[in-house]
């Protein structure tokens, strides 16, 4: 047997252990723990014993929920030994309740069919477009005429500015002729003093004061972009800019106040030039959901040339319908006709496909084109007007916001709660009165023939409690000979709820 090393060279320190395969086991994942396997299975027995707990509680009030009463019908024959009329006078509010309950669910599913075309409605934006001027040549410089340079080292510069504003519903569309002309003339003696949006009258300022302040959409909601585009030569171009581009930074759909730099009624922007300068600003829209021009083919089916994605797929739908081309087999499928074979290209279409197949026939909206004439002449400028311009953009029913709180309102549920706790009160009081009528009827019985109902009564108890134990002998203890026993069927003895409860009590006692 070899000797420790330490016990003949006490002095000599042996250096430690390593297992040869130390350095490729650094490569693995590390050592395994023996504990966690213990705490995985305690995991998962508790998760067990979670879930029975849960299924156990889930039982328990499914039982409570049966042996909770639910019948809210007054039974019959108590209006015959109630005193008064309190008996029809619940039957009314019974039927009452019936008719206001199916009144409101249908009410319900209007609203929310006729949500999805509330959208459909337009406001007038009105865009005015002008511009001032800066060291134009006309603008009085002081030169010296001695010398032979005449420039002044300033160039001549516009600033044009771009402002919008949605019309309210009174003034687009329930004004009439007669008070139009007049703001038309209120319009023309106002001084222009370069704020362009000054020139749509102090009569309409006057009245939106003492309207309550609401939030309202500006210019930058309506458009993903604006962009104007000189009609000038870049070589001609001072600066060398032949246009000029805003965009909408992204914003989160969820966001209550948007940025600055999405957040704005008017626009400005400066340049260079001593020249009057033809340009095209096109307004790209910034719709929800987006709207598509149509090609021509779809657009003879759902006559109109814009319609977003879920219309264009409704709108197929009610002409399908309405000319009855789904196939009687498969409801799905729909037989084309030749409108529908012009778009498809297929004689038959899987519905579910359409929003697929559409996509080559819809195409983004051109952008809105207001052409401008930029002015830096002095005729111009001694009596500078606007440019005025009206847009119908797509603006929100204002109803939508009243339907969405009628469907979502918050006090409903618990409306609902009340009305079913008030529902359980009444069906325990209806319980009630259905023991009081049955004690009633009980008591009266007796008293008619008291010896006669007792032993009728008793023979009827045991006759039940056999049964229910599976004790009785054939017919209950009553004669087994009769015609009763010998007709089998469901209309029979046999097939009556006593017998099956009682063949399931003796097969569970074997």
Not at 118 to 133: E, K, M, P, V
Request: glycine residues 6%; negative net charge; hydrophobic residues 35%.
């Amino acid at each position: 047997m070899n000797t420790p090393m330490h016990s003949r060279f006490p002095n000599y320190q042996q250096a430690t252990q390593r297992s040869p395969h130390t350095a490729s086991s650094r490569r693995g994942p590390g050592p395994m723990i023996a504990g966690a396997h213990a705490q995985t299975t305690a995991s998962n027995a508790q998760m067990v014993q979670q879930r029975n707990a849960q299924v156990a509680q889930d039982n328990e009030i499914a039982k409570r929920r049966a042996k909770k009463p639910t019948d809210k019908n007054i039974p019959e024959g108590v209006e015959d030994i109630a005193i008064g009329d309190g008996v029809q006078q619940y039957k009314q509010l019974r039927e009452v309740e019936r008719r206001l309950d199916a009144m409101m669910m249908r009410k319900r599913l209007e609203i929310h069919d006729s949500r999805p075309q509330n959208h459909d409605r337009t406001g007038t934006l009105r865009i005015w477009i002008s511009n001032t001027a800066e060291n134009q040549p006309w603008q009085g410089r002081d030169l010296d005429e001695n010398a032979f340079d005449f420039s002044t080292g300033i160039e001549a510069t516009y600033k044009v500015k771009i402002e919008g504003r949605l019309l309210d519903e009174a003034d687009d569309e329930f004004r009439d002729d007669d008070e139009e002309e007049k703001q038309e003339e209120e319009d023309k003696d106002v001084a222009y003093d370069g704020d362009a949006m000054d020139h749509d009258g102090k009569k309409d300022k006057q009245a939106k004061s003492s309207k309550p302040v609401q939030a309202r959409r500006k210019l930058s909601h309506f458009f993903k972009s604006i962009t104007v585009e000189f009609d000038r030569n870049k070589n001609l171009q001072p600066d060398g800019i032949t246009a000029v581009e805003w965009k909408k930074p992204s914003v989160p759909p969820n966001t209550s106040v948007p940025p600055r730099e999405a957040d704005f009624d008017s626009i400005e922007f400066e340049r260079k030039s001593d020249e009057n300068i033809h340009c095209s600003i096109n307004l790209q829209r910034d719709e929800f959901p987006e709207r598509y021009a149509l090609s021509k083919e779809l657009a003879e089916v759902l006559d109109t040339e814009e319609e977003t994605r879920a219309g264009i797929v409704m709108g197929i739908w009610e002409y399908v319908k309405a000319m009855d081309l789904q196939q009687d087999d498969e409801k799905r499928l729909i037989q084309c006709d030749d409108r529908l074979r012009a778009i498809f290209k297929a004689d038959t279409v899987f519905f579910p496909h359409i929003p697929d197949l559409i996509i080559t026939h819809i195409s983004p909206l051109p952008p809105v084109k207001l052409p401008h004439l930029i002015r830096v002449d002095m005729a111009f400028h001694k009596d500078p007007q606007p440019t005025i311009y009206d847009i119908l953009v797509p603006r929100e029913n204002p109803l939508k916001a009243e339907l969405q709180a009628i469907i979502q309102n918050p006090e409903y549920p618990a409306t609902l709660r009340q009305i079913s706790t008030l529902d359980d009160q009444l069906a325990v009081v209806i319980q009630a009165i259905a023991h009081s009528k049955a004690k009633h009827a009980f008591f009266t019985s007796m008293s008619k023939d008291p010896a006669t109902f007792v032993r009728r009564w008793t023979s009827s108890q045991k006759r039940d409690l056999e049964v229910i134990l599976g004790e009785a002998t054939r017919g209950g203890g009553e004669d087994g000979a009769g015609e009763e026993f010998r007709r089998g069927g469901k209309d029979g003895v046999w097939g009556t709820q006593n017998v099956r409860e009682s063949v399931g009590l003796m097969v569970a006692k074997k």
